[in-house]
């Protein structure tokens, strides 16, 4: 069994989101995009922990910013009937489907489809029954008014929109939640079988020193050695026979309770009853107490969780959790648990990464290669390195569309053509750790080779005063001609703008590819493809740029990339123009050498250098308020 779909409305940044869930499912994205909502969201259905129940009676500040706003700017607007105007309310639903027999008998009650293939749970926050809102929304407006009288109408009319509105209350106390199973409403789901369903979350901020140390009772370590029964420790209690007559005997302890005994002849009587002797008793431990004193060592050395690295106590951290639902027998009731792994690079260097993404996937895969019905495993991530590792498949982009965010599958949209497969194999090959860097950017850049890659940021800062990084711009090298493999991607759903720079290869047998590149995708607002004058990028700079600073410029370059022809040509240059294609012969065998000198030089001056009209163009696209 696992969770199919996720439907939240009105819940922190998710005002109307909707999202398919896979077994395995990897969510990336830029950060305070929601990915951690995401997992939140699923915690308020399904987790049992004490935190998470606190946590189900939400506070103001978990609705939707717009949602709140819009609701205060109704009841601020007078022309609007109390009685036209509702109060949010939060909802979260979750789909089940593919169970097997056992979990049928859990989720039975919350079948959801004339087929009984799909159940669904649904956590709502939402005004008590008795909440009367055209009262509340009186009340409201009367408060408004008198402060109005109060203070004066020309006074009030001064004070800013955003005031009045914080003045407005949101009624948080009439709230209460409740989650339901199936399509009715009223069927609240029953306790018992909810508890049947578990949901562990190892968020980015975990404690791993205390979870690795079962003194406490909500830790991870005393929770994994608490799940088997009392029965299998009591052999431990044999060990502690004849502790009591030892201490009898100790000395120290006898010397002790003497000097006890002492003190109390002075200060107090001895009666028919009783004496002033005291003795010290060894109470034996139940099996939770001796639980309690175990934690978790690392290596060959007994180092203390206390001493070790973050990155170790980490793994160690990660590790227990898996234990903990890797192995069926130990679930006991439990019919089906999700495992929210938020952020499992912290603290780990690259090696450690790539290893940990690689073999995530198959902890929850049984022998034959197929999932396991008890166990849906949901990571997030903001490592290239672990992106890269786990299916693309399995991977969605969490990235804002028109100011909404929207969910995007990698290799969402593409079929099964033989173009379309080549494609896929493509992606997933060429998007490495430094490409798939544009699923976690607002813009995307594609250029041909590295001769753009290298200069196309500095161009980008000169345009713009900001860096692309500031602009949250990524710059992906297509390595020739694979724009369309990207390009498809966005075609599919994915981003808001992409650039894409190539050279027109005038004169060559390939001339007419860029216009039909262009032709093809002129009609997806989201794509603009920018064609150089000349055949090639650097034929364009040079031209934009053969006389007055600019040739300054590319004088000083050509002599550091070529330095005995380099030097000679500036030298026969003299007062003229730069010849556009003898320079280009000068550098066409060292273009990335080239590019690299022209960014170095560029970035400690630029005055005077013209960017070539078609990258201009192109930088425009990609920020229009500029």
């Given amino acids: 069994m696992y969770v199919s779909q996720l439907e939240v409305t009105n819940y922190r940044n998710f005002k109307n989101f909707t999202v398919k869930l896979k077994p395995v499912t990897q ?4 950060n305070n995009i929601g990915k951690s909502n995401l997992l939140d969201s699923l915690g ?20 939707n910013y717009e949602t709140i706003l819009r609701l205060k700017k109704e009841i601020l607007d007078t022309s609007i009937e109390p009685k036209d105007i509702s109060y949010p309310k939060i909802t979260i639903k979750a789909t089940l489907k593919d169970w097997d027999i056992k979990q049928e008998a859990v989720i039975t ?6 087929e009984f293939t799909e159940a669904t749970l649904t956590y709502t926050f939402a005004p008590i029954s008795s909440f009367d809102t055209i009262e509340e929304i009186t009340q409201q407006r009367q408060f408004l008014k008198d402060y109005e009288n109060e203070l004066g109408s020309e006074k009030f009319t001064k004070i800013p929109e955003s005031e009045i509105l914080n003045l407005i209350n949101f009624p ?6 409740r989650i339901h199973g199936g399509n009715q409403n009223e069927s609240v789901a029953n306790t018992y079988h909810l508890n049947q369903l578990k949901f562990e979350l190892l968020d980015a901020l975990r404690d791993a020193k205390s979870e690795l140390s079962a003194s406490r009772n909500n830790g991870l370590l005393f929770r994994v050695l608490n799940a088997n029964e009392e029965t299998e420790y009591q052999d431990l209690k044999k060990q502690l026979v004849g502790l009591q007559r030892a201490i009898e005997g100790n000395v120290a302890i006898s010397g002790i309770k003497t000097r006890i005994s002492e003190q109390l002849d002075k200060i107090s009587l001895s009666t028919e009853t009783s004496n002033n002797v005291v003795d010290l008793i060894f109470s034996l431990p139940n099996v939770s107490d001796l639980l309690r004193k175990l934690s978790l060592i690392y290596n060959d050395n007994p180092i203390k969780i206390e001493r070790n690295g973050t990155g170790r106590n980490n793994l160690l951290f990660i590790s227990l959790m898996l234990s903990f639902i890797e192995d069926p027998e130990r679930m006991q009731s439990t019919f089906f648990r999700i495992v929210g792994l938020e952020e499992p690079e912290a603290h780990l260097h690259a090696n450690l990464q790539n290893h940990l993404a690689s073999n995530l996937e198959g902890l929850i895969k049984k022998e034959d290669g197929t999932y396991r019905k008890d166990i849906q495993l949901i990571l997030t991530s903001h490592s290239n390195h672990i992106t890269t590792k786990i299916d693309f498949e399995n991977t969605v982009v969490l990235h804002y569309k028109n100011g909404i965010v929207q969910p995007h599958y990698i290799l969402e949209g593409f079929g099964t053509t033989a173009e379309e497969k080549r494609q896929v194999n493509y992606l ?22 590295i001769s753009e890659k290298l200069l196309f940021p500095i161009f980008y800062k000169i345009q713009t005063a900001e860096t692309i990084d500031q602009s949250a711009t990524a710059v992906v090298n297509v390595n020739g001609l694979a724009f369309k493999n990207f390009i498809q991607i966005i075609v599919n759903g994915f981003h808001t703008r992409c650039l894409v720079l190539t050279d027109s290869d005038i004169g060559t047998q390939t001339e007419h590819r860029a216009q039909e590149l262009k032709d093809k995708y002129d009609a997806v607002d989201e794509v603009d493809v920018q064609i150089s004058e000349l055949s090639t990028f650097e034929k364009d700079l040079i031209d934009c740029n053969k006389s007055g600073n600019g040739k300054k410029i590319l004088s000083k370059v050509v002599q550091l990339v070529r330095s005995n022809s380099g030097k000679k040509y500036v030298e026969e240059l003299g007062t003229s123009d730069i010849d556009v294609e003898g320079y280009f012969a000068l550098i066409e065998g060292f273009k990335s050498e080239f590019a690299l000198q022209l960014s170095l030089s560029l970035a400690e001056d630029h005055s005077g250098f013209t960017i070539p009209k078609y990258i201009e163009d192109g930088i425009k696209f990609l920020d229009p308020l500029m």
């Fill in 428 to 449: 997933k090959k060429y998007l490495d750790s430094e490409n798939v860097n544009l699923f976690y950017s607002r813009r995307l850049a594609l250029v041909e080779g």
């Fill in 27 to 30: 969510i990336i994205g830029e």
């Fill in 109 to 114: 009650d919350w079948m959801s489809n004339s």
């Fill in 172 to 177: 948080i106390s009439k709230y209460h939640y």
């Fill in 44 to 63: 308020l259905i399904f987790s049992q922990e004490v935190s998470f129940f606190k946590r189900r009676m939400l506070e103001v500040s978990d609705f």
